[in-house]
Nanobody, 115 residues
Framework: QVQLVESGGGLVQAGGSLRLSCAAS????????MGWYRQAPGKQRELVAA???????NYVDFVKGRFTISRDNARNTVYLQMNSLKPEDTAVYYC?????????WGQGAQVTVSS
């Protein structure tokens, strides 16, 4: 088992920045994939960015060039740096850890971008 705790959410004006952190209760070294998802009111949860155990990253088109995902295995933490935020980025952001046999979720962090 692993617990994932997101932090760093909040209210920011359009064009601003936030950095989300996802702290794991144990080592994330063996997780094949760590990702950030988001869910806006009335919408399905969607992938935002992911990073493999080897450090390869993947982003959905609507955040490319604005968001950066990174992982610090020594601190058991994954980050999502979000720049040039837009009102449509408003959502609850969830951290995800995926291994071959398990899939874990954090409780979510609210990000609100005002226009």
């Amino acid at each position: 088992q692993v617990q994932l705790v997101e932090s760093g959410g909040g209210l920011v004006q359009a064009g601003g920045s936030l950095r989300l952190s996802c702290a794991a209760s144990r080592s994330i070294f063996n997780f094949n994939l760590m990702g950030w998802y988001r869910q806006a009111p009335g919408k399905q949860r969607e992938l935002v960015a992911a990073i493999t155990s080897g450090g390869s990253t993947n982003y959905v088109d609507f955040v490319k060039g604005r968001f950066t995902i990174s992982r610090d295995n020594a601190r058991n933490t994954v980050y999502l740096q979000m720049n040039s935020l837009k009102p449509e980025d408003t959502a609850v952001y969830y951290c995800n850890a995926e291994s071959f046999i398990n899939n874990y979720w954090g409780q979510g962090a609210q990000v609100t971008v005002s226009s």
